[in-house]
């Protein structure tokens, strides 16, 4: 049972550190979209058809959310990729019937506030101790170590 509890602490750390629900419904969003030109594969070898772009936009909502996964830190510039991406493939593939456009732009949206976490708590605890050690040396009351 240890190592199943360890596994769950290192996702949830992993999961942390990254924007997970918004890169989650980015996906999503992405295989919905491209449900729709998939099922419709025949007709998308005739000229003229819209569906290739069906496909170039749910495979790119798709990519934003698994790019986020990987760097977090780009992740205001892919939300807005995959809100566009999202919007667009109304036009090729229906928006996945508009399930898979309302969860790009949710999704897209989720990347795009999420915001990495500098410091955690334990070093937060630190740097007020740090602060107390300022405050008793400025007013000339060092406390020794014992």
């Known amino acids: 049972m240890n190592s199943t509890y360890s596994k769950r602490k290192r996702f949830k750390n992993w999961r942390a550190r990254r924007p997970f629900l918004g890169a989650t419904l980015c996906i999503f969003s992405g295989l919905i979209i491209l449900y729709v030109p ?26 934003m ?8 830190r780009l992740s205001t510039l892919l939300g807005i990729l995959a809100i566009f991406a999202s919007v667009l493939s ?14 790009g732009i949710i999704g897209g ?35 020794l170590p014992e």
Do not use: C, R
């Open 109 to 143: 949206s989720m990347l795009i506030a999420w915001k990495p976490v500098i410091a955690d708590n334990v070093s937060q605890v630190q740097s007020n101790g740090d602060h107390t050690a300022e405050k008793e040396v400025a007013s000339g009351k060092e406390v």
């Open 65 to 72: 959310g698994v790019l986020s996964y990987i760097m977090p």
């Open 90 to 103: 109304i036009m090729g593939a229906l928006g996945g019937f508009l399930i898979g456009t309302i969860l």
């Open 38 to 63: 998939a099922q419709l594969y025949e007709l998308a070898a005739t000229p003229g058809n819209m569906l290739f772009v069906g496909f170039f936009l749910g495979g790119l909502t798709l990519l």
